[in-house]
T-cell receptor, first 114, second 115 residues
Framework: GDSVTQMEGPVTLSEEAFLTINCTYTATGYPSLFWYVQYPGEGLQLLLKATKADDKGSNKGFEATYRKETTSFHLEKGSVQVSDSAVYFCALTFWMDSSYKLIFGSGTRLLVRP | NAGVTQTPKFQVLKTGQSMTLQCAQDMNHEYMSWYRQDPGMGLRLIHYSVGAGITDQGEVPNGYNVSRSTTEDFPLRLLSAAPSQTSVYFC??????????????FGPGTRLTVL
């Protein structure tokens, strides 16, 4: 079935370092892909999304490109800040039982040190 | 605009007790869902609803019941709590059934411990 695999964390970086969090997926159709972020003590928030191959989602300096050939949607940021410390979830949609479902990866914790 | 609200924020239960986790949204969203979040497992869908009076099971429905009598509210009931239900529970909503075009909004979560 459809699934999402993320790199295990935690990822620890110094402020202003380059960030990559890997995400690959398995899907039978043409899913839409998402990155969600969860700050400490809060619920998940949509960070960015891409709905078709070669689309690039971007928000708050984060980017991810929908790569159908490698079934990947890696999250990148050129210069991280302490405030980016959070858990990041890759997700995709799939169609089941006459409705769309969201499935999530296991999450990657990012810790940015000053 | 409160968005998605959940109560309580924290709850401790004894094995066998029952309780209801409350979820409400004020955005007039049709689609609502409940997830549980466990370490290393991401979020897993428990139940969902595509509108008032319509509910269905997700990936891990056993031990939970839901109902949707109004558009705004989507409570999750634990019938007889078990330690395996210790988790963080998130309620979410979106305006239609197409997440590709809609943003899914999450509540702040309920941290449940079953002793």
């Amino acid at each position: 079935g459809d699934s999402v695999t993320q790199m295990e964390g935690p990822v620890t970086l110094s402020e202003e370092a380059f960030l990559t969090i890997n995400c690959t997926y398995t899907a039978t159709g043409y899913p839409s892909l998402f990155w969600y972020v969860q700050y400490p003590g809060e619920g998940l928030q949509l960070l960015l999304k891409a709905t078709k191959a070669d689309d690039k989602g971007s928000n708050k300096g984060f980017e991810a490109t929908y790569r159908k050939e490698t079934t990947s949607f890696h999250l990148e940021k050129g210069s991280v800040q302490v405030s980016d410390s959070a858990v990041y979830f890759c997700a995709l949609t799939f169609w089941m039982d006459s409705s769309y479902k969201l499935i999530f990866g296991s999450g990657t914790r990012l810790l940015v040190r000053p | 605009n409160a968005g998605v609200t959940q109560t309580p924020k924290f709850q401790v239960l004894k094995t066998g007790q029952s309780m209801t986790l409350q979820c409400a949204q004020d955005m007039n969203h049709e689609y609502m869902s409940w997830y549980r979040q466990d370490p290393g497992m991401g979020l897993r869908l428990i139940h969902y609803s595509v509108g008032a009076g319509i509910t269905d099971q997700g990936e891990v429905p056993n031990g939970y019941n839901v109902s949707r009598s109004t558009t705004e509210d989507f409570p999750l009931r634990l019938l007889s709590a078990a330690p395996s239900q210790t988790s963080v529970y998130f309620c979410a909503s979106r305006s239609s059934g197409i997440p590709a075009t809609d943003t899914q909004y999450f509540g702040p979560g309920t941290r449940l411990t079953v002793l």
